[in-house]
């Protein structure tokens, strides 16, 4: 049984049971023989949940890229500085004066953060204007995203990533397509139609004319290849559709990032308006609130003991990088990278985590300099433990074979077997050579135990996942 192992590593020596050398020797023997290893570092940690005494460390002080297990990091500092009830308002403003129905000023829309907001809320807040007895506005719509700098890309974010979803623009107003939020991307969806040779069907969620499409793609018979590409030009919200989609294939979904998240979400509620019959005489564009302006209406996001829910089980980048901007405005001032991570640096430090031997560059993990140590990820994972908030952060973590997407969530694909299914739940992450999963572990033995496993510089880092599942399930069956 793990509670009487003793701390370890490859290359020492150490006293234990023949339970328990079976245990290592296994963990040790997959190390030391799996071909996907071969040339790469894993960084291993595995600790007693009760009191915290290492049971396992392979290279556990080794800094590596973390990939999404970042997220472990940047969800527990949020919790602990914004707490579990905290929300994101959304505010709509007016100035000038009202005559005749005709609002002579402006209209304002003012983002404070919210990763939530959909096309549903931005009609409901031209409903708020449309109570006001505002049937048209004389003057301009004027978005203001200053509760956040205006620096929209984290600074090792790939160049390569800009269009995707992952790597969506941040911005204090921006908007999601679907109930997964993600905040400053359009859900794309091509469907074959019944004609070989003629263009297939392109949708887009959430409908605006934000986003042009051009469509290059072709339906073809069945016995040819499905290969579709979306790519979004540079500077613009273009989105050029190409490839094959066979006649009897299934719709082909993607997402992809808008150009300039504050204009899109300012759209968005233009669009609203309009369908509420209010029409907005002057330009839309990006300003500040005057200290003159009444506020009108006040839209609030789901609390953050909510939202972590999609943000962990889907691991989403641009919630993780809207909070380390969130938690540099509430405690600094300053809702930037530089403060946010200065504040997630702090409360690490609060729960024995020692950032001084770590590199933090982000709140996601999506750079390649970012670089933690499988220790501190398990020192994390033990301390949270006592924490209020600590049953929302369980619950927002993936768990392993469970289905249902906002229960599985990046998991629910994994570990399906019995000895497995539902007693993992753990933070998953992926860069291209990075594959890492940390978390929680229901053992065979009724222990429960908390392990982190960071598999840096390899050649497939699908192949690491196989690789991890194989440790959960040594450490599962003791």
């Not at 297939?200 to 069945?222: C, F, M, Q, S």
């Not at 089980?313 to 540099?328: D, F, Q, R, V, Y």
């Not at 049953?391 to 570990?415: D, Q, V």
């Amino acid at each position: 049984m793990l509670a009487s192992l003793v701390p370890y590593s490859i290359g020492s020596f150490a006293k234990a049971n023949v339970t328990d050398r079976t245990f290592i020797q296994q963990l040790d023997s997959l190390l030391k023989n799996e071909p996907e290893l071969q040339g790469a570092i894993a960084g291993i940690s595995i600790r007693n949940a009760t009191d915290g005494k290492l049971i396992y460390n392979h290279q556990g002080d080794v800094r590596l890229r973390p990939a999404s297990n970042m997220k472990l990091f940047t969800a527990a500092a949020a919790l602990n500085v914004l707490g579990t009830d905290y929300t994101f308002p959304t505010e709509v403003y007016m100035d000038g004066s009202m005559k005749q129905k005709i609002l002579k000023g402006n209209l304002y829309l003012k983002g404070k953060g919210d990763p939530t907001l959909m096309k549903a809320d931005f009609g409901k807040m031209a409903m708020d204007v449309k109570n006001q007895g505002i049937t048209r506005i004389a003057g301009n719509l004027i978005g203001d995203d200053s509760w956040y700098d205006d620096v929209r890309y984290s600074v090792d974010l790939p160049w390569s990533d800009e269009t995707t979803y992952y790597g969506a623009q941040i911005s204090a107003l921006t908007a999601s397509p679907t109930t997964d939020f993600d905040a400053g991307a359009v859900k794309v969806e091509i469907k074959p139609v019944d004609h070989i040779g003629n263009r297939p069907a392109v949708e887009i969620t959430p409908n605006t004319d934000y986003v042009k499409v051009i469509n290059r793609a072709l339906t073809v018979g069945k016995e040819e290849k499905k290969k579709i590409t979306i790519e979004r030009q540079h500077g613009k919200n273009t989105l050029v559709v190409d490839g094959t989609i066979p006649i009897t294939t299934k719709n082909v979904t993607e997402w992809a990032a808008v150009w300039d998240p504050t204009r899109f979400a300012l759209t968005l509620f233009k669009e609203a308006l309009e369908e509420q019959g209010i029409k907005v005489e002057g330009k839309i564009k990006a300003g500040l609130v005057p200290d003159t302006a009444i506020l009108i209406a006040n839209h609030r996001s789901m609390p953050l003991s909510e939202l972590v829910v999609p943000f962990m089980k889907l691991s989403n980048n641009t919630h993780a990088e809207i909070l380390t901007k969130e938690m540099g405005k509430v405690v600094k001032g300053e809702g930037s990278w530089k403060k946010g991570l200065s504040v997630l640096k702090s409360e690490l430090n609060r729960l024995g985590v020692n950032t001084d031997t770590m590199v933090l560059r982000d709140g996601s993990g999506i750079s390649h300099v970012t670089s933690v140590q499988a220790n501190q990820i398990s020192q994390l994972l033990f301390a949270v433990q006592k924490e209020t908030w600590f049953p929302a952060y369980l619950h927002s973590l993936p768990i392993a074979g469970e289905p249902e997407k906002m229960t599985g969530g990046s998991l629910r694909y994994r570990m399906k077997t019995e000895d497995l299914r539902g007693k993992v739940k753990a933070k998953t992450g992926t860069l291209s050579t990075v594959s890492s999963l940390s978390g929680y572990i229901d053992t065979k033995s009724g222990q429960r135990v908390i392990f982190s496993v960071l598999l840096n510089n390899l050649l497939d880092e699908d192949k690491g996942k196989i690789i991890e599942d194989k440790i959960v399930s040594i450490i599962a069956n003791q």
